[in-house]
């Protein structure tokens, strides 16, 4: 079984609708992490979650929301859906075990998400 | 600004040769990681190899090694005896004291027989 799941694996979708992508690990890691990509673009960091009670926001957070509804469960929302939101979306943990040297993220399969 | 660079979109070898797929990045920090990771066509992120910034040695891990030059802020990845299964984007990133990472925008690579 995969270490970190993501549902749903695609959607698409209507302007102006909320949906929800969930992301669920068990890796035990305390730190969650979203990050959308586009092509050609790289990943950019939505949102990360250090615990259940550590919300932050990345680099491109305006247009959505998070709920950490326990350490193995991290969601991502899109209240109000728009077009240039179609992109694909992922969820990733970590484990803080090396300290300032950077720690492995481990990603989970994508979220495939088309904006209509 | 944490700017990761991979100069190269795409990248082309034959099989069993070896390939370098570049990275450069900036920062201030005195520590840092650096990832690469590999996304298949199916999608998703495999992660390939780690370096410490304070690590004396460059990292291998099997068919890859990591070519770290901290002076010139370089992180190649290496991929040796290339397999057609390693066609594929690879992306460099490097990690911040606050465990997020920041990633360059990839290097397609194709392996041809």
């Not at chain 1, 929800?20 to 992490?33: F, N, P, V």
């Not at chain 2, 984007?89 to 194709?110: D, E, I």
């Amino acid at each position: 079984d995969a270490d970190v799941t993501q549902t749903p694996r695609n959607r698409i979708t209507k302007t102006g609708k909320r949906i929800m992508l969930e992301c669920s690990q068990t890796k035990g890691h305390d730190r969650m992490y979203w990050y959308r990509q586009d092509p050609g673009l790289g990943l950019r960091l939505i949102y990360y979650s250090f615990d259940v009670k550590d919300i932050n926001k990345g680099e491109i957070s305006d247009g959505y929301s998070v709920s950490r509804q326990a350490q193995a469960k991290f969601s991502l929302s899109l209240e109000s859906a728009i077009p240039n939101q179609t992109a694909l979306y992922f969820c990733a943990t970590s484990d803080k075990n090396r300290g300032t040297q950077g720690e492995t993220q481990y990603f989970g399969p994508g979220t495939r998400l088309l904006v209509l | 600004a944490q700017k990761i660079t991979q100069t190269q979109p795409g990248m082309f070898v034959q099989e069993k040769e070896a390939v370098t797929l570049d990275c450069t990045y900036d920062t201030s920090d005195p520590s840092y990681g650096l990832f690469w990771y590999k996304q298949p066509s199916s999608g998703e992120m495999i992660f390939l190899i780690y370096q410490g910034s304070y690590d004396q040695q460059n990292a291998t891990e099997g068919r890859y090694s990591l070519n770290f030059q901290k002076a010139r802020k370089s992180a190649n990845l290496v991929i040796s005896a290339s397999q057609l299964g390693d066609s594929a984007m690879y992306f460099c990133a490097r990690g911040s004291t606050l465990g997020r990472l920041y990633f360059g925008r990839g290097t397609q690579l194709t392996v041809w027989p």
